[in-house]
Structure formats: C-alpha cells, structure tokens
C-alpha cells in the first residue's frame, strides 16, 4: 500500500517542506504492524496519528501478571497522537523528537498452562518521548530510523486462571505505573503528498 502511495505521488520532493502535507507511514522489520497517518503543520513541525497491531504466539512467552504462558497468544493494540519536532527541517538528513499519547489494550490466553487455564486483559494509557532521524529522498517518500525512548504506562489488568480444585485458581484486578527507559529501535518508511 506504501509503495502505491509513492507511485500515485510522482514527482521530486525536497526534504524540508512537509507543511500542509499529508503522509502514511509504516514500519518495516519491526514485531508488528504499525501506521501512522502524518500532517505536516510547518517545515519542522508534524501532528501523527500512530496505530499498532501485534500478535505473539505465546509458547513460552511471560504475560505481564501471570508468568509463563503454554500454547497460547497474546494480542495487542495502542492508537495515539503524536506531534514530531525536526531539528534541521531543509536538510536531507533530519534528526527529531517526539511527544506521544497511546491508548493500549491486550488480551493473553494460554488454555494448558503449568498451573490451569490462563486469561488476562488489559486497558491503560501511555505517555512517553521518542527520537529519530529521517532520510528524505527526492522523491516524496522518506526513511527513518526511531526509537521510543521513555515510556510511562498505566494499566488495568483483568485476570482469571481457571485451576480446577486448586489454591491457584484466581479472578482479580490489578493495576500497574510503570516507566521504562531505553532503546526499541525501528525502521520506517513514510510516503508525503
């Protein structure tokens, strides 16, 4: 979808100007599927709508409550804004900063764990700071290289492990405040009209 967005665009961009310009991104070599639609507000300034959809198959995966999960899967989901801030917007080569919000929600299974049957979902909110760098072709795509960097994270978790006729049975609430500081890097490719 990417690639047809950069053939119906034609024509030779300039780096720098994305104000008033709409663009798709997406990312490539990354553990699930991330879009993002983007508008340019001024040449250094960029407002971008983020969605994520993953899927783990969870054979010996960790569940953020229950521990290891057995057969399983994990599924997850987060939407948010996102305003980037390039530091040298006129140039090719552009490092930025961002500024996000996501809405997160997740669902594990795992039918035959260790200790009975496991199931957990969770709804929260993260804020956080990312950074890159971007590579804008003469064309009117771009590629880039970025990472979250901070992370807060609310998050509300529901879990039941059906352990029949044992002590390990459980239905609960919790609630987690997490931070996380450190790198996740990604390539992106971004398409601007």
Known sequence: MLYLAVLLCGGVAHAGPIAGKWGIGAGILADG???????????RTAWAL??????DDATGATDYLY??????????????PRLRRYTRPAADLSPYADLFARA?????????GPTGAVKST??????????GVEYFTPWKFSVAAHTDFLTARYLRNHGVRDA???PLAFDGWTTQYTADLG?????????YF
């Open 33 to 43: 599927g991330e879009l993002s639609l983007i508008r340019g507000i001024s040449d």
């Open 67 to 80: 521990g290891v999960l057995s057969g399983g899967h994990r599924l997850s989901a987060a939407v948010g």
């Open 50 to 55: 983020d969605a994520r959809l993953t899927y």
């Open 183 to 191: 790198l996740s890097p990604r390539v992106l490719l971004r398409a």
């Open 122 to 131: 969770s709804a929260g909110a993260e804020l956080g700071l990312g950074f």
């Open 104 to 112: 997160t929600v997740a669902s594990a299974r795992s039918p035959n």
């Open 164 to 166: 029949a006729f044992s």
